[in-house]
């Protein structure tokens, strides 16, 4: 090799390492500019504060839910509202609202079975037969019979959607049990009673 490419060489080595450690003597502090802040810096919300702070940053978040949507895993609302007093236009209509359990299997038989009784058995007997311990062929502490719910033309042929009604509102006498029961539990027990009617 000749004595000028060496000392090219050299001088290339030189510069080049030279170039590397100036270059990395300071430590950049700033990564640049941010397409998206909120994204990359996360404002931590506690669960019960206060977010009217957040307006002034042009952040308009409450913590509820966008109307209308369904969590995952819950069940579709019941289109119907109560009725005010004096009409029945829910009522009626709430014929059209089929039970979503096509049938109970298993162990949500004897759940059905357990909610009934647990809720209702104790107006409408253990039979469905309107005869339970309230009423007890009308010697018990509730003078009104409670509607037969096997053997009763009108409760047998009675649509699973206003049964829906009855149970989540109440319905002349009884009272409302949407305290007691969630809608997956209201639609079990009635289709219990379904089933009970059919045999």
């Not at 009855?166 to 997956?184: C, D, T």
Request: with cysteine.
């Amino acid at each position: 090799m000749n004595k000028n490419n060496i000392n090219k060489n050299l001088l290339l080595t030189i510069a080049i390492a030279t170039i590397a450690l100036l270059s990395c003597n300071e430590v950049k502090r700033t990564p640049g500019k941010i397409y998206m802040p909120d994204m990359t810096y996360s404002r931590a919300i506690e669960s019960y504060t206060d977010l009217t702070y957040l307006k002034d940053q042009g952040i308009h978040y409450d913590a509820k839910p966008v109307v209308g949507t369904i969590a995952r895993g819950k069940e579709m609302p019941f289109p119907y509202a109560i009725d005010k007093p004096g009409d029945t236009t829910n009522y009626n209509a709430s014929k059209l609202v089929p039970n979503p359990i096509d049938s109970l299997v298993g162990r949500d038989i004897a759940e059905a079975e357990r909610l009934y009784l647990v809720n209702c058995g104790i107006c409408h007997g253990t039979k469905l037969d309107g005869n339970g311990p309230l009423y007890k062929d009308g010697n018990g502490p509730y003078a009104a019979k409670p509607a037969t719910l096997v053997g009763d033309a009108k409760y047998e042929n009675m649509p699973a959607g206003q049964m829906f009604y009855s149970i989540a509102y109440g319905k002349n006498l009884m009272g409302s049990y949407a305290s007691q029961l969630n809608k997956r539990q209201r639609w079990m027990i009635i289709k219990y009673i379904k089933n009970k009617q059919k045999k």
